[in-house]
T-cell receptor
Framework: GENVEQHPSTLSVQEGDSAVIKCTYS??????FPWYKQELGKGPQLIID?????GEKKDQRIAVTLNKTAKHFSLHITETQPEDSAVYFC???????????FGKGTMLLVSP | EAQVTQNPRYLITVTGKKLTVTCSQN?????MSWYRQDPGLGLRQIYY???????DKGDVPEGYKVSRKEKRNFPLILESPSPNQTSLYFC???????????FGPGTRLTVT
């Protein structure tokens, strides 16, 4: 089955800095890669996703890049703000009727 | 409003006392899933269901049961809870072919 590795497990940055979280996946058939943000006391919420026919996707201050050859994808957050502080999960899914496999999560702390 | 609801949100129980955590979604999604979240282990899938009367084991199904008698509901049953099932549980749903997975707010279970 699919295996997703996520690094780092914790990341501390100053407000205004950029943050990068990286994930690798094992199943070359996977074609859907979402990122979820989990705030304290809440369930994970989708913030951005990318499909394998695209190399990069951007939504305001967040972007995701995908390298299919190397089987890794990354989340980039620019101009970080304290409200970006949360746990972030990457995930991968093969095509068809299959399940998401999640990374172990990254706790991002943005200090004012 | 599209949402996944779970009840109860918090539960403290004793070893061996059967309990059920309910999950309901209002988006007519075919796919529903249960995860548990533990520190350092991320989100691990317990059971999932592709449609009514169709359920499958995830990565950590031992000690849990599920049923899917109606499309909107997917209860998680712990027949004889043990302390190692103390965890934060999330229900999620999405359309069968893929796309965003919507998470409930979580149920924090403590088994003493």
């Amino acid at each position: 089955g699919e295996n997703v590795e996520q690094h780092p497990s914790t990341l501390s940055v100053q407000e205004g800095d950029s943050a990068v979280i990286k994930c690798t996946y094992s199943d070359s058939a996977s074609n859907y890669f979402p990122w979820y943000k989990q705030e304290l006391g809440k369930g994970p919420q989708l913030i951005i996703d990318i499909r394998s026919n695209v190399g990069e996707k951007k939504d305001q201050r967040i972007a995701v890049t995908l390298n299919k050859t190397a089987k890794h994808f990354s989340l980039h957050i620019t101009e970080t703000q304290p409200e970006d502080s949360a746990v972030y999960f990457c995930a991968a899914k093969p095509p068809g009727y299959s399940t998401l496999t999640f990374g172990k999560g990254t706790m991002l702390l943005v200090s004012p | 409003e599209a949402q996944v609801t779970q009840n109860p949100r918090y539960l403290i129980t004793v070893t061996g006392k059967k309990l059920t955590v309910t999950c309901s979604q209002n988006m007519n999604h075919e796919y529903m899933s249960w995860y548990r979240q533990d520190p350092g282990l991320g989100l691990r899938q317990i059971y999932y269901s592709m449609n009514v009367e169709v359920t499958d084991k995830g990565d950590v199904p031992e000690g849990y049961k599920v049923s899917r008698k109606e499309k909107r509901n997917f209860p998680l049953i712990l027949e004889s809870p043990s302390p190692n099932q103390t965890s934060l549980y999330f229900c999620a749903s999405r359309g069968l072919a893929g796309g965003q997975e919507y998470f409930g707010p979580g149920t924090r279970l403590t088994v003493t």
